[in-house]
C-alpha cells in the first residue's frame, strides 16, 4: 500500500481522475509549503494503522532555466534524486551561505528512495513517457525572478522548484520510509510572467504519470 501526496486539491484530482480505483493507495492533501506539509504528513502518519510500503509525492513545479544538465520544458515530466530545502541559510543578495555554528540542529539534503526512482522511470519508459531526474529545490516562496531561479539552480544544481518535497523528505525519513517525488512542470523560472504559466495542465499530466506509475507498483 502507497501513500500519495499532493499539495492542493486541484493536483489531487487530477490524479484521482486519470488512477480510477486503486484499493492499495491513500490519498493525503497536505497543503502548500513545508510547514503544512510537514505537519500534516506526520499527524497523518503518526496515526494511522495502515502499513505503507512507500509515500508518493506528486505536484507541479517551476523549472530552471540555467541548470547544469539539460534543462526541464514546459509540461515535462520531473523525478526527484535528491531534495534540498534551497533557502535555508543566509540570503546575501548574490549567493546563499548555508547556516553554521556550533548547536545548530537541521537536516537540508535529502537523497530520495533509489529502487522507487529506477522502478518509476522505467515504467514512464515504457510508456514513451520522456523524464528528467535531477535535483528539486525546496524553497519557502516561489522565484519570481530569472536571477533568484540561477542563483538557486547554480548554488544546489537545481532541475526544478517546488514549496514541499524537502519536508516529504524529511518526514519520510524520520518514519524509515521511502519516498518517490514527481512534479510536472508548470511555469519556468524566470521574470515573473504568469500569462505563460500551464498550472491546470501541469497538474493534469502530473497526475497521469503517477496514476500510471502507482498503478504499475500496486500491481508489481
Given amino acids: 500500500m502507497y501513500l500519495l501526496t499532493a499539495a492542493t486539491a ?18 493525503l492533501v497536505t497543503g502548500v509549503g513545508v510547514v503544512e506539509t510537514a505537519t500534516r504528513l506526520t499527524r497523518f502518519l503518526a496515526s494511522t494503522e495502515n502499513c ?10 517551476g523549472a530552471y532555466i540555467d541548470g547544469h ?43 530520495l528512495d533509489g529502487e522507487l526512482l529506477a522502478r518509476a522511470r522505467k515504467v514512464l519508459l515504457e510508456r514513451n513517457i520522456p523524464c528528467r531526474v535531477g535535483t528539486f529545490v525546496t524553497v519557502q516562496c516561489v522565484s519570481g525572478s530569472e536571477q533568484r531561479g540561477r542563483l538557486l539552480a547554480d548554488c544546489h544544481d537545481g532541475l526544478c522548484e517546488n514549496m514541499e518535497g524537502a519536508a516529504a523528505a524529511r518526514v519520510c525519513a524520520e518514519f ?9 512542470v508548470s511555469n519556468l523560472v524566470e521574470d515573473r510572467d504568469r500569462s505563460s504559466w500551464k498550472i ?5 499530466r502530473s497526475g497521469e504519470a503517477a496514476a500510471i ?7 508489481s
Fill in 10 to 27: 486541484l493536483e489531487m484530482e487530477c490524479f484521482l481522475a486519470r488512477a480510477g480505483s486503486l484499493d492499495k493507495v491513500t490519498p
Fill in 52 to 61: 505503507y510500503q512507500g509515500v508518493v509525492n506528486i505536484g507541479i513545479g
Fill in 69 to 111: 544538465g539539460p534543462r526541464a520544458e514546459l509540461l515535462d515530466i520531473c523525478l526527484a534524486q535528491r531534495e534540498v530545502l534551497g533557502d535555508l541559510g543566509v540570503c546575501l543578495g548574490d549567493s546563499i551561505e548555508p547556516l553554521m555554528g556550533e548547536g545548530l540542529l537541521f537536516q537540508d539534503q535529502f537523497a
Fill in 176 to 184: 524509515s520510509l521511502p519516498l518517490l517525488e514527481l512534479r510536472a
Fill in 200 to 204: 491546470k495542465e501541469a497538474a493534469s
Fill in 213 to 219: 506509475i502507482v498503478t504499475a507498483l500496486e500491481s
